[in-house]
T-cell receptor, first 115, second 115 residues
Framework: AQSVTQLDSHVSVSEGTPVLLRCNYSSSYSPSLFWYVQHPNKGLQLLLKYTSAATLVKGINGFEAEFKKSETSFHLTKPSAHMSDAAEYFCVVSATYNQGGKLIFGQGTELSVKP | DTGVSQDPRHKITKRGQNVTFRCDPISEHNRLYWYRQTLGQGPEFLTYFQNEAQLEKSRLLSDRFSAERPKGSFSTLEIQRTEQGDSAMYLC?????????????FGPGTRLTVL
């Protein structure tokens, strides 16, 4: 069965410093992986997705993630944090197409950005 | 696209009452998903439809829960005889089956509080 583990429940950075949110996945086949962001009182927004094309995936708002099969990781990074990046971030793996493509979410990482 | 919409945004009910939520997906999206998110957790899959057919239900979906998508457009999720443990955010997502991996777009959610 597929699963994801987010290694940090909370990350705090200063504005202008790099962001690293860590995610490991488990899958018996080549996975489809996503990062979603959830701002308070707002819906989940897709940041980026990996679907077995380029291993370095660029997303919105300057975020990117690198798929590393040897490490079973899909960490999310951003070179310079903004105050507006403060939110909950979810690493997500998708079940196969013939299983309906339901999403399996990690526990989430809360990102705080200090001025 | 106007996005996925959900109604109501908030619902407070007393234990034992029935509640019904509505989800309007992005037009022409043939897949519709329901997830539940409790405080401090990632969303968990409940059920999904392809057109009007309900193709999978999670074990989380007890007999008190029923979902419908009668014309393959909007969907309703009903909870009968609500319990305090049903308090959560109920999220709806939709996608178009364009390939091996769909991108799911989420609505703002319905927050249910059972007193």
């Amino acid at each position: 069965a597929q699963s994801v583990t987010q290694l940090d429940s909370h990350v705090s950075v200063s504005e202008g410093t790099p962001v690293l949110l860590r995610c490991n996945y488990s899958s018996s086949y080549s996975p489809s992986l996503f990062w979603y962001v959830q701002h308070p009182n707002k819906g989940l927004q897709l940041l980026l997705k990996y679907t077995s094309a380029a291993t370095l995936v660029k997303g919105i708002n300057g975020f990117e993630a690198e798929f590393k099969k040897s490490e079973t990781s899909f960490h999310l990074t951003k070179p310079s944090a903004h105050m507006s990046d403060a939110a909950e971030y979810f690493c997500v793996v998708s079940a196969t197409y013939n299983q309906g493509g339901k999403l399996i979410f990690g526990q989430g990482t809360e990102l705080s950005v200090k001025p | 696209d106007t996005g996925v919409s959900q109604d109501p945004r908030h619902k407070i009910t007393k234990r034992g009452q029935n509640v019904t939520f509505r989800c309007d997906p992005i037009s022409e999206h043939n897949r519709l998903y329901w997830y539940r998110q409790t405080l401090g957790q990632g969303p968990e899959f409940l059920t999904y439809f392809q057109n009007e057919a309900q193709l999978e239900k999670s074990r989380l979906l007890s007999d008190r829960f029923s979902a419908e998508r009668p014309k393959g457009s909007f969907s309703t999720l009903e909870i009968q005889r609500t319990e305090q443990g049903d308090s959560a955010m109920y999220l709806c997502a939709s996608s178009a089956t364009t390939g091996l991996t769909d991108t799911q777009y989420f609505g703002p959610g319905t927050r249910l509080t059972v007193l």
